[in-house]
């Protein structure tokens, strides 16, 4: 007879997080598990605390209390192994900016130990749609290209959680549908998502899972 199988890890767990920025409680009490294979969208006014969770689960940030866990890893004890889980698209997009996009990526294709980085690099910068300025340095970039290059950084690192906040603002039409597009085959790869956007039809149509946050706390949609 076949050992049982254990159930895997929800992909996310909150017990009963807060966050205090000086006297400020960005999070206050927040309690949620995402059941693994689900994805999360994140929705709440301008400031209800949305990028304060995305950089708490992304080890970015400690909790002031409670527990954040990332299929089944402590985000604090167990910081390193949740690092290589996770990946971030921010604001903060973590770009070099005297580099060019093909250069940035060689970067992290060197870092991460990939065999040939430079094919890697130029198949996703065509996935991107950023092929014809692969060679400009990122200084020179809007801010679309710059949303654009941080998803393919995302891309190459190949997390099991993507942690994307605002994935699809400064993007032109045509980056929207790419952007909804690419997050689409993240999830058939098996990739979690956590997406926190303003764009409630469009995250609701990417997401089976919903947390609308007011004030640092969860409340009914
Ligand atoms: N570094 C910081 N120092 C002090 N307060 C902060 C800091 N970052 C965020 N806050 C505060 O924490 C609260 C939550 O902010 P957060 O950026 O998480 O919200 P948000 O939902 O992502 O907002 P938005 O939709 O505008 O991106 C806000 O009151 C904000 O002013």
């Given at each position: 007879m076949d050992a049982p199988t254990a159930a895997p890890p929800p992909a996310l767990v909150l017990h009963d997080v807060s966050k205090r920025y000086g006297r400020r409680w960005a999070l206050a009490r927040l309690s949620y598990t995402l059941p693994p294979g689900r994805s999360l969208l994140l929705t709440g006014h301008n400031g209800s605390g949305k990028t304060t969770l995305l950089r708490l689960v992304g080890t970015a940030l400690s909790p002031t209390h409670g527990r954040v866990e990332v299929l089944g890893h402590?985000?604090?004890?167990?910081q390193e192994t949740v690092r290589r889980k996770v990946a971030l698209l921010s604001h903060a997009s973590f770009l070099y900016e005297d580099l060019t996009a093909h250069q940035n990526l060689m970067v992290l294709a060197r870092l991460l130990g990939m065999d040939s980085p430079s094919d890697v690099a130029g198949a996703l910068l065509t996935k991107v749609g950023l092929t014809k300025r692969s060679d400009s340095p990122v200084r020179q970039f809007s801010a679309g290209m710059r949303k654009r290059l941080a998803i393919a950084r995302l891309l190459m690192k190949a997390p099991a959680l993507a942690l994307l906040d605002e994935p699809f603002g400064e993007l032109d039409p045509a980056g929207i549908q790419a952007m909804e597009k690419i997050i689409g085959e993240l999830k058939d790869t098996g990739v979690t998502v956590v997406l926190a956007t303003h764009l409630i039809e469009q995250g609701m149509s990417l997401c089976e899972e919903r947390l609308h946050l007011q004030e640092g706390r969860a409340v009914a949609a």
């Open positions: 402590n985000c604090v004890t167990q």
